[in-house]
């Protein structure tokens, strides 16, 4: 999933291209709106992306988000910039919640204009020389450089605290991966409405992004590759900074650790993301989400393979949705609005059910394992003592259990709860199916066993849990890594001296 070659700037290979066609023209939406069929139809994917939204390791395996949500930094939060150059830059411009990220940047680079497309290239020479292009400032100080301008000679890491809350765009999944499978859709379709967009554009992105979300009231964007990142529009609004020390020079103390060190550190920083950013250094208003997955109840919003695109949405539903994304912002962006957490909704759902179906499904091998696992699931939901055709109100009270008593405050939180009641009614069916088979059938045998893990594999299968590509704890010194591409199912844990990894730039995946 996280490419290791593209490690600082570009977060996943490329493997399709867009379509190259013009700016989308101004346009304005005539019927066209979120609906509770879309939600329905596309619950298990409102339902990952509220699970996944600000995780590294669910936003990695789930790259091309559709979602955005109004999110903000509290006053109080560190946030680190790599640069050539001690002074602090205007913006737009890139921070990172981690310093080793940051670390990557903090280096002396020559200014140029910004760095052309380019396909993907497998060689080492080739790899090399796009990273040393990719760690590049967002925006240069001095985008046209003469003859006389001395280059660079050290790196800095400058370190920012915040002084008031940063309102802030986020985008799901790995929006800050220049790919060409969908990872910029949001962005360069949906926000910046072009669908011709340079891939390697980064500064022409901040700009755009900048000047639209500015206007809505906000300071930037968020966004996530290996390591979340905020390109901040203006470094003089909402922080201070604390200081801009030189970085080691090679040959100086501190200045050999060798590149697979850093890289190795750098990853397993990212690593310590995976199950949320943490130090509630952002906070999410879950009742802002507008989702494309809540416009099209009727519309696969998939490509060829399978990934989730917006290259097939229309120019003007394309500009309905930004609308709606304009409208919840602004009306919610003094963050006085009740919250319903979302999030912990739909972890305590996977909380209760992702190891007992995994188990289920793959480890019971009895009638009386079976039986015992879904009547501990279900029997809390069953009243015995009333007769219940069908089990159908014990179902209905295993589907509602979670969210019972939320109270929807936005058109937005009646379409995640549509979604996320579909999803649990979804798990409950099929374990009252399960519970047929070996509870109520007195003649339950091994084949009511197969039957009902078949059913319960289908139901992982439309789930697509992250929880169950983890890997197993790994030790202090290794951290969670896929082996290749094409093999994405060996996931193991490695540490900084496996012959494979994110340190050697082989064809490897990390989280």
Aim: some cysteine; proline content about 6%; glycine content about 10%.
């Amino acid at each position: 999933m996280l490419s290791t070659k593209r490690v600082a700037a570009a977060f996943l290979a490329a493997f399709t291209t867009l379509s190259s066609a013009t700016s989308i023209p101004i346009s304005h939406p005539t019927e066209f709106g979120p609906s509770k069929a879309a939600a329905r139809q596309n619950a298990f994917d409102i339902f990952n992306a509220i699970h996944s939204a600000m995780r590294q390791w669910g936003s990695s395996l789930n790259h091309n988000g559709m979602s955005l949500f109004l999110a903000t930094i509290p006053a109080g939060v560190l946030l680190h910039h790599g640069t050539h150059s001690p002074t602090p830059p205007q913006g737009p411009e890139w921070l990172a919640f981690e310093i080793e990220h940051a670390e990557l940047f903090a280096h002396p680079s020559m200014r140029g204009p910004p760095m052309k497309p380019t396909p993907p290239l497998p060689s080492p020479q080739q790899q090399q020389q796009q990273q040393q292009q990719q760690q590049h400032p967002l925006l240069q100080h001095n985008p046209h450089p003469t003859n006389d301008t001395p280059p660079p000679e050290h790196g800095y890491l400058h370190t920012y605290l915040t002084t008031a809350p940063l309102p802030l765009l986020y985008l799901d999944g790995t929006s800050a991966g220049n790919t060409l499978m969908g990872t910029l859709d949001t962005q360069d379709l949906l926000l910046r409405l072009n669908r011709s967009a340079s891939l390697w554009d980064e500064p022409g992105r901040a700009r755009e992004l900048c000047d639209l979300v500015t206007s809505w009231g906000l300071h930037g964007v968020i966004r996530m590759e290996a390591g979340f990142e905020v390109i901040k529009c203006d470094f003089s609004m909402g922080m201070e900074l604390l200081s801009a020390g030189r970085r080691p020079e090679v040959g100086e103390p501190g200045g050999d650790a060798g590149r697979r060190v850093v890289m190795f550190e750098y990853v397993r920083a990212v690593g310590r993301r995976y199950g949320g950013i943490g130090g509630n250094r952002v906070g999410v208003d879950w009742g802002s989400m507008v989702s494309a997955w809540f416009y099209y109840g009727g519309v696969d919003l998939r490509d060829g393979e399978g990934r989730p695109r917006l290259v097939g949405v229309g120019d003007e539903e394309l500009r309905g949705i930004r609308g709606r994304v304009e409208e919840v912002v602004r009306g919610r962006r003094g963050g006085g609005e009740r919250v319903i957490d979302w999030q912990g909704v739909v972890d305590s759902v996977v909380e209760r059910y992702a190891d007992r179906l995994k188990y289920m499904a793959e480890g019971v091998e009895s009638v009386e394992m079976m039986r015992g696992e879904v009547n501990g699931l279900l029997n809390t939901y069953i009243d015995y003592g009333v007769k219940d055709e069908g089990y159908q109100a014990a179902m209905g009270r295993c589907a509602r259990f979670h969210a019972h008593g939320v109270i929807q405050e936005t058109q937005e939180d009646e379409l995640i709860l549509t979604a996320i009641e579909a999803v649990t009614l979804r798990i409950c069916s099929t374990l009252f199916g399960v519970r047929k088979l070996v509870v109520e059938d007195p003649q339950a045998d091994d084949a009511s066993v197969n039957a009902a893990k078949q059913s319960l594999r289908g139901l992982m299968d439309k789930l697509r849990w992250t929880r169950w590509k983890e890997c197993a704890a790994c030790s202090f010194d290794e951290l969670c890594f896929w082996r290749s591409k094409s093999e994405r199912q060996q996931k193991q844990c490695v540490s900084r001296e496996s012959n494979a990894g994110p340190i050697d730039g082989n064809d490897g995946f990390y989280h």
